[in-house]
C-alpha cells in the first residue's frame, strides 16, 4: 500500500510560478515509477511528467522547458514555471511499480493516485 498526499497548489498569474509536492508512504518498491497528472475540466486526464527510481524523465511536449520533475527516498515534486492559463487543472501525484513503460506516462500503468491539488493560472 501505498498513501500520497499532494500539496502546493494555488492560484497565480500567468508567468508566475508554483512547486508541488507529493508525500508518499509505504511501499518503496510500489514507487519505482513516480508521476504527475492533470485533469482539466473538458479534457482528458494528461501525463505531465515522469521519473524513474534512476532518476531518468520524460514531460509532456506542453510542458517541456516549464516544468522540471524531482524525487527524494519519500517525495516526489514539480516545479512549474513561466505558468500559463492553459496549465489550469487539478493535478494528481502517481505512482506504480513499472520502469518498462513509466517514462510514456500512461495512468494504466500507475498504482496508486493522490486525490489532486488544484492549479488555476489567470491571465
Known amino acids: 500500500q501505498v498513501q500520497l498526499v499532494e500539496s502546493g497548489g494555488g492560484s497565480v498569474q500567468a508567468g508566475g510560478s508554483l512547486r508541488l509536492s507529493c508525500a508518499a508512504s509505504?511501499?518503496?518498491?510500489?514507487?519505482?515509477?513516480m508521476a504527475w497528472f492533470r485533469h482539466a475540466p473538458g479534457k482528458e486526464r494528461e501525463g505531465v511528467a515522469a521519473?524513474?527510481?534512476?532518476?531518468s524523465t520524460s514531460y509532456a511536449d506542453s510542458v517541456k522547458g516549464r516544468f522540471t520533475i524531482s524525487r527524494d527516498y519519500a517525495s516526489v515534486y514539480l516545479q512549474m514555471n513561466s505558468l500559463k492559463p492553459e496549465d489550469t487543472a487539478r493535478y494528481y501525484c502517481?505512482?506504480?511499480?513499472?520502469?518498462?513503460?513509466?517514462?510514456?506516462?500512461?495512468?494504466?500503468?500507475?498504482?496508486?493516485w493522490g486525490k489532486g491539488t488544484l492549479v488555476t493560472i489567470s491571465s
Open positions: 502517481a505512482v506504480g511499480r513499472s520502469l518498462d513503460y513509466c517514462l510514456m506516462r500512461g495512468t494504466s500503468i500507475m498504482d496508486y
Open positions: 509505504g511501499s518503496t518498491y510500489m514507487r519505482a515509477c
Open positions: 521519473i524513474r527510481s534512476d532518476g
